[in-house]
């Protein structure tokens, strides 16, 4: 399992820090990006919709379940520079958790191998 978590958090920090992309398509110099956020009470939820060259930024709305106001809800327009320093966080936050997650098997393995070295107590 901690593996599969490493590997996620490993995928999501590459996503993030090698270039811009919305909504998971890599981003043209040109292409800019409609997001719409909205703060709930527990949670902060984006939807990010990519808009090629020369096409107007989409309108986007929140799911009915999100249980979104306008004081809750912001709509933003990105360029590719935009994207990327939107990602960045999430991107170095993503690089930690998989040191954290790769730490974890480190002294797993560690303990296991010094275990399996001490002769056993008769």
Known sequence: MFIVLMCGACLVAYQDLTGPHCDG???GPADTCSV?????????R????????GTPPAVLTPPVN?????KN????????AGMRDVHRTSGYAMVGFALLM???LAAWAYKASRARARPAAE
């Open 25 to 27: 398509h890599a981003m």
């Open 36 to 44: 719409l956020t909205s703060r709930g009470y527990r949670s902060v």
């Open 46 to 53: 984006t939807i990010e919709k990519l808009n090629p060259t």
């Open 66 to 70: 999100w249980h979104a106001t306008q």
């Open 73 to 80: 809800t912001r709509t933003e327009v990105y360029s590719p």
């Open 102 to 104: 790769s730490a974890i």
